[in-house]
């Protein structure tokens, strides 16, 4: 796990350098939000297809844009976007054995309401957003599960026993590309000029049909 969070902040970092001087006048940061998701996941294997309900740890890298066009200077909100590539380890109600994971290459734009003239030195650091965003879930289930061994059954009972019932394992795994659409809500605090703390919430709906709740940190390159 401490590799898998090494490398999302190693892809952050390296992305954010390579843009950084092709979109000078654009703030840039990097993302890393951690936390749960549960709902349902789709499956097709030797043309059984279906959904199925899961839960699971979820992973969040992120790039952010802040567009100099959608700062709106003299509004209290403005525009901005993130990329990311959304992880959810988990297990499906499937089976007991069947677990899931999925990969989501996602775009978000969200609105941002800022209260930098208010009294309070809390709500001068302090910003609610929404969000909507399109998101392509790469859903991989792989599960197995005891099906009878016609072969080695048919054996036995050629050898005089006539009660025999031998199973084995059958190993499956199915991969379905789906299409969201992602709603959501949250606030971040700036602790300092760089470095902020966030929490969201929202849904996933269309394929993968998941809530989820997750926080953590970001980082403005510039």
Known sequence: ??????????????????????????????KLNAGWTTGSVRYDVDGFSGAEGFSGFELYPALGLEPAATKFEDKPFDLTFEAAVDMIFGKVD??????????????????????EDS?????????????????????????SYKALDAEAT???????????????DEDYNSTVVGFDLTFLV??????????????????????????FLRGGALYRFK
């Open 1 to 30: 796990m401490k590799k898998l969070f090494g490398f999302a902040l190693a892809a952050m970092v390296s992305v954010a350098s390579i843009f950084a001087g092709a979109l000078d006048d654009m703030g840039i940061y990097g």
């Open 94 to 115: 499937l089976y007991d054995s069947a677990k899931v994971t999925a990969i989501t290459p996602a775009v978000t734009a969200f609105f941002n309401w800022h209260f």
């Open 119 to 143: 009294d309070s030195a809390f709500l001068q650091k302090f910003v609610p957003y929404g969000g909507v965003g399109l998101a392509v879930p790469i859903q991989m289930v792989k599960f």
């Open 154 to 168: 048919q054996a036995a009972i050629m050898k005089g026993d006539f009660s025999a019932r031998i199973y084995k």
């Open 186 to 211: 949250g606030a971040r605090y700036a602790l300092t000029d760089k470095i902020e703390v966030n929490a969201e919430t929202g849904y996933n709906c269309i394929s993968m049909n998941n809530w």
